[in-house]
């Protein structure tokens, strides 16, 4: 009897017995806890839907506003946005754990949180493989493993899918315009450069230092691309601002524009590689 409750729990995703969870964040601190999270507190859209997806949505308590993402993420206490977060609200809600997202917070909130006592578990995605690990991350964190780890490998096989399909086709120059006033778009190490480079396209801006970087009209007027690409949604409709006033550019010349669902593409969750899947076909289109 006790084996097959203890089955059970396991496949609800529930740990059977409470005992210490540790693991590494991508900021190299290590969080201890002393059962997994039973009160989490997500503070950005992508790190919710890697709570859900790594099986421990009953858990989260509160999240940032853009957490839509699954459906009863968007029912959760909003602590915060962008601009500024709600501490009050959240040492209310009493977490055990707080999932920041480390370039999206600044240094100042990060340390308001941990003067609080919360355990902070800082992500700093850049790559697909980043994602599962993060998937497993969670999954230990919130007793979740085997949910999460089979989310994880989920993600690893349609990543590995997509790259093989398009490993031969032909480079594209490619410019992805993160936002239009001032004109910035992401360097090598971002995912969405990931994203191009595994289907086969080329970002112009790869070499630049700065993780998403501002560039002027002019050098990228200069780069020709091939294609432009920029991400949209319903709250963030897509806007290429200014790049129909310059056809000499390839891409403009060939109107090749393309629009991919920012809630896809532009968040580095599960469902990245879907997004990741609709750049190929554009990057493809414009072979």
């Given at each position: 009897m006790r084996a097959l409750m203890t089955a059970a729990l396991l496949a609800a995703g529930v740990p059977a017995v409470a005992q210490g969870v540790?693991?590494?964040d991508d900021?190299?601190?290590?969080?201890?806890?002393?059962?997994?999270?039973?009160?989490?507190?997500?503070?950005?859209p992508h790190l919710t839907e890697l709570a859900f997806a790594a099986g421990g949505g009953a858990a989260v308590v509160g999240v940032m506003r853009y957490?839509?993402?699954?459906?009863?993420?968007?029912?959760?206490p909003v602590v915060g946005d962008a601009f500024?977060?709600?501490?009050?609200?959240?040492?209310?809600?009493?977490p055990d754990l707080v999932l920041v997202?480390?370039?999206?917070?600044?240094?100042?909130?990060?340390?308001?949180?941990?003067?609080?006592?919360?355990?902070v578990f800082e992500s700093e995605i850049r790559d697909v493989e980043g994602i599962a690990r993060t998937l497993r991350t969670l999954g230990t964190l919130m007793g979740t493993s085997p949910a999460a780890d089979l989310v994880a490998?989920?993600?690893?096989?349609?990543?590995?899918?997509l790259r093989a399909m398009y490993a031969q086709r032909k480079p594209v120059r490619v410019f992805f315009q993160l936002w239009r006033e001032p004109l910035m778009t992401v360097n090598r190490e971002h995912v969405i450069s990931r994203a191009?480079?595994?289907?086969?396209?080329?970002n112009v801006f790869a070499q630049l230092p700065a993780l998403t970087p501002t560039v002027s009209?002019?050098?990228?007027?200069q780069s020709n691309p091939q294609l432009l690409v920029t991400a949209g949604s319903k709250v963030e409709p897509a806007d290429f601002g200014r790049w129909r006033e310059f056809s000499r550019v390839d891409a403009v010349k060939r109107q090749r524009l393309a629009v991919i669902d920012g809630n896809l593409l532009g968040r580095m969750g599960p469902r990245f590689v879907q997004g990741a899947a609709q750049l190929c076909e554009a990057i493809d289109a414009s072979r």
């Open positions: 540790k693991a590494t900021a190299g601190q290590t969080i201890a806890l002393p059962r997994p999270a039973q009160r989490v507190i997500s503070l950005a957490s839509d993402y699954p459906e009863a993420a968007a029912r959760l500024a977060l709600n501490f009050e609200a959240i040492a209310k809600l009493k997202w480390g370039s999206g917070l600044n240094d100042r909130q990060k340390t308001q949180l941990r003067a609080l006592g919360l355990p490998r989920e993600v690893e096989r349609n990543w590995a899918a191009i480079e595994a289907c086969g396209g080329r009209w002019e050098a990228a007027v």
